[in-house]
């Protein structure tokens, strides 16, 4: 079938301590998404690649950084995780956001913890 | 600007019917999106609305009022299976998804 797959499902790192999620996608979709969310709030988009383009949100912290070697994988890299970096981090795949009915499809999401 | 709101928290008994409302601002507006969210679980697609009127799928309908700027979210003949968060979100002039926190429904026997 095809998924959104991310690794690993958890992560426990120490304050400070670079961290990178990985996410790899079966569906051949040209937009991918990472969104932080916590608990009881809206997931909070912190950048998108559509294709090889990258934009990132105007409020994501420095932090944050992301790759895309290819059209299937992209990873999210915190380079000094923070007590306020503990979350879920979900990535999500779409087409064209321009046409149509494109939803977005998660994949299971990578809980991070900081110590 | 931009904002959607939506309940917290609802409560609603098994084999009952529930409507989820939705409101939101925008001056672009490029649809509305309804998904479901288990507890520890990625959000999963269940409606999308850009056209005023009620989309059904099953046990699950959508409504769409573009000129009210709101939506509604109806589920009927509960299950307990469907205790989780939804959550409601627009896609804006720039094709970006605008997401409400969701609202946890809460289903009792």
């Known amino acids: 079938d095809a998924m959104v797959i991310q690794n690993p499902r958890y992560q426990v790192t120490q304050f400070g301590k670079p961290v990178t999620l990985s996410c790899s996608q079966t569906?051949?979709?040209?937009?991918m998404y990472w969104y932080q969310q916590k608990s009881s709030q809206a997931p909070k988009l912190l950048f998108h690649y559509y294709d090889k383009d990258f934009n990132n949100e105007a409020d994501t912290p420095d932090n944050f950084q992301s790759r895309r070697p290819n059209t299937s994988f992209c990873f999210l890299d915190i380079r000094s995780p923070g007590l306020g970096d503990a979350a879920m981090y979900l990535c999500a795949t779409s087409r064209d956001p321009g046409t149509g009915n494109n939803e977005q499809f998660f994949g299971p999401g990578t809980r991070l913890t900081v110590l | 600007g931009q904002n959607i709101d939506q309940p917290t928290e609802m409560t609603a008994t098994e084999g009952a019917i529930v409507q989820i409302n939705c409101t939101y601002q925008?001056?672009?507006?490029?649809?509305l999106f309804w998904y479901q969210q288990h507890a520890g679980e990625a959000p999963t697609f269940l409606s999308y609305n850009v056209l005023d009127g009620l989309e059904e799928k099953g046990r699950f309908s959508s409504f769409l009022s573009r000129s009210k700027g709101y939506s509604y979210l109806l589920l009927k003949e509960l299950q307990m299976k469907d205790s989780a968060s939804y959550l409601c979100a627009f896609k804006d002039s720039n094709y970006q998804l605008i997401w409400g926190a969701g609202t946890k429904l809460i289903i009792k026997p």
């Open positions: 925008t001056s672009g507006f490029n649809g």
């Open positions: 569906l051949n979709h040209n937009v």
